[in-house]
């Protein structure tokens, strides 16, 4: 039982973390009807950009206090949501009116972009750093450690928060709007410009917690970090619903679940393999996904 | 005569399709003034180049005397005009309130927005009957009524409205049509209308154009139109 209870916590940190991310694919898609998949990389600048923040910054801000960590995060947060608000513009604007193959095949460049600027600035090889002290609390036969602690907290404010903003403010509810239809949008005198890099902020300021939350977990970060945790999130993704915030919360916290028990188990070896292989057969059932809605396609 | 728009030379081409022919025609403020023809005329086309969703390939398009061809259709929204467009396009994932909220996206005094809300739902009792609904979950006149209320709430001083009486039933629409003439009367609002029903439309309007395969070929004050033989032929049904 006790074994049972540490793989659900494991899972569940694992979990918040993969719906982080999931929550910039869905609400990317959601306004524009394209997977970003450059939506990974940001994700490890987030996780670099505390790195350097607590480099640089770390004498007035001890990044080991609570202050200092918190505020590190809120700038790594800032940057990417900036950064993801540039690519949009820089790179997926102009192609706006263009076939989506497009869009995709330029953000998979822009993925690769990152990537390899990444390795050429930061450097290849791993890099560790700590934000807060790590201390594990025993609960029973449980070991809980304080940075999964701080996973679930973390994940829980952003979530709520994200509710918030999505279904009580003016620029959520247009976030809302334009999701539905662009020219509906526009004839209400939404820009629809600033909705969407409003969209991409968002999405980009919740993949840098997620990658910071990622490395106080898994220490070493490197410049090819987001590759399979953002794959990983994007499947999360897909299985909530595509589009769907709540779906991609959901499918986050359920493919963390089921990762962490097939590792747990004797087939450990197979983790990712046998985690692919359930989410295949949700699918089959719900091809659009656990929450997602079957949209008919009008002629 | 006071005009409140005025639509000179404008051309919309899809592709190498021409969709509307360097049509003029304008708009006296105050009135209501209809747009008709058969399907594919390019009525909706004329609306989508005015609102700013088409861009035009030629003419211009000014509102009291200001271009405003070619500006965006969130500018255009700022300026006082206001389209209703065909299929009505509420957005069907927010409550009735909350499409209501999103027309008035430009308004900023909280006052003002209520009294408008307050309009509209004196207009259209049903809607607040209806506003913790989705407005995905409403039958389509009284979807109808909400693309209009939502139309109103940026308070615009020009409306235009296309096929407010498309799929809807045919008792809806009197009502609908009254509250679109009730709206002109007590609001003031400059009201273009496009309708397939060309005899409702030539009712409650008072002044008429007919579009044939994007160009203009007829223009008279409604009730000539009416009584126009070609009128009559080709869209009053003899």
Redesign the interface.
Known sequence: MSEFLQQFLNGLALGAIYALIALGYTMVYGVLRFINFAHSDIFMVGAFAAYYFSNWFGRFLPPSSVLGATIITLASMAACALLGVVIEKLAYRPLRDRSKLNVLITAIGVSLFLEYAGQLWFGADPKTFRLLPSQNVHVGDLVLNSNQLIVFGMTLILLLALRFIVMHT?IG??M??V???H??????????DSIISFTFALGSALAAAGGILYAMNYPAIDPLMGVLPGLKAFVAAVLGGIGNIPGAALGGVLLGLVESFVRGSRFSTYADAIAFAILILILLFRPAGILGKRVVEKV | MNTLLEVQGLSVRYGVITALQSISFSIPKGAIVTLIGSNGAGKTTTLRAI???QKSAGGEIRLEGTSITGL???EL??RGI??V?EGR??????TVQ?NL???A??QRDRQAIRTTLDFVYATFPRLQEREKQLAGTLSGGEQQMLAIG??LM?RPRFLMLDEPSLGIAPILVKTIFAKIVEINRQQGITVLLVEQNANLALEVSSYGYVLETGRIILANESGKLRQDPQVRAAYLGG
């Open positions: 003016r509810t247009a809302r709007a999701s539905f239809n020219q509906a949008a526009a004839l209400m005198g939404i820009n629809i | 609102s700013g969703l965006k259709p969130h929204v700022r206001a389209h467009p396009m509420v957005f069907a994932n927010l909350e909220w999103m027309g996206y430009l939502r139309a940026s």
